[in-house]
């Protein structure tokens, strides 16, 4: 089992194997904030923080047997003692959210986090009914605004979807261009149909734009910067001198939209097709506006 999971579990069985769907999100929140490097990260979502991946587990740990669910809840089922499975610095973490926060309800959870992380209620349904107006305002003072015309490219590689999302909604990416020929990955979040409804579910439109990327068989093998720059001078020489088309179409959508993204794999830039994507398309009639790899 995941180390993540047995956290939850852990989680359950110190508040007596049940817990309201949203309290404990916020408490795995709040737990999340306290570890060096967090098992799970968080997005903005309708009722603040959020975790994606955290959810797929719990959907996971039901459909194994190791937790029920209601409308409302998640029960433990499994009668294993998790607080003995996880580290002990994670069970004085957990032992400590208890303590701090345990009385609170769901709703008074709501609140305290939307007022001390306002960024993770701005995308919240109900803020307006459990804040008042002063503290409203800072959560509308932490949405990222930026008028500025800019091409972003993201890569996905070695961080988590939520971490992923916050970047974009960090630099109010309004469109996210899904650059990859073959839009399938292994890593949870990023095959086209999930990507596409966790980045609408969050206001980012999604568009998938094959055409410029480059095809899987051509892509093995890539061992060294050396292999990497002869795969990108066949792609300039091969693509992207035909796909001005496709290419007009994203500057197009830059126009309209004004702040979109061209995401792929790699983490490095160097390493992937979309900088050269990026460069061509900076030299498209009508390109005067700044480029950003994030």
């Known amino acids: 089992m995941f180390y993540r999971r047995k956290i939850i579990l852990a989680l359950l069985q110190l508040f007596d194997g049940q817990m309201d769907k949203i309290r404990l999100q916020k408490l795995l929140f709040l737990f999340s904030l306290k570890q060096t490097k967090a098992e799970y990260d968080f997005v903005p979502y309708k009722y603040g923080c959020y975790s994606y991946s955290a959810n797929a587990d719990l959907t996971t740990m039901v459909s194994k047997g190791l937790l029920a669910e209601s409308q409302k809840h ?16 994670d069970l004085k973490r957990l032992q400590q959210v208890k303590a701090e926060y345990g009385k609170m309800s769901s709703k008074v959870l709501m609140k305290h986090t939307y007022i001390n992380y306002p960024f993770y209620a701005t995308k919240s349904e109900v803020a307006g ?15 990222p605004r930026n008028n500025e015309t800019v091409l972003f490219t993201i890569g996905y590689e070695g961080i988590s979807l939520e971490e992923y999302l916050v970047r974009l909604l960090k ?31 969050l206001g980012i439109k999604y568009v998938h734009i094959p055409e410029v990327g480059i095809q899987s068989e051509q892509r093995q093998e890539l061992k060294t910067q050396t292999d990497y720059d ?28 004004k702040r979109i993204a061209l995401t792929c794999f790699e983490a490095n830039i160097c390493q992937c097709h979309r900088k050269h994507l ?13 480029v950003e790899h994030i």
């Not at 409203?136 to 949405?143: D, G, R, S």
């Not at 469109?175 to 839009?183: C, E, K």
């Not at 596409?196 to 579910?201: A, I, V």
């Open 74 to 89: 998640f029960d433990k089922l499994d009668r294993t003692d998790y607080l003995k499975l996880v580290k002990p610095d």
């Open 278 to 290: 990026a460069e061509a398309i900076e030299t498209l009639p009508g390109f005067q506006y700044k």
């Open 129 to 143: 009914d459990i804040l008042t107006e002063t503290e409203l305002q800072k959560v509308n003072a932490a949405k």
């Open 230 to 257: 002869k795969l990108f001078s066949v792609y300039r020489k091969n693509n992207l001198t035909k796909t001005v088309d496709s290419q007009t179409q994203i500057l197009n959508l830059l126009k309209e939209y």
């Open 171 to 201: 630099k109010d990416v309004k469109v996210l261009v899904d650059v990859r020929n073959n839009p399938l990955s292994m890593k949870y979040g990023f095959s086209k149909s999930q990507l596409k409804r966790y980045c609408e579910n």
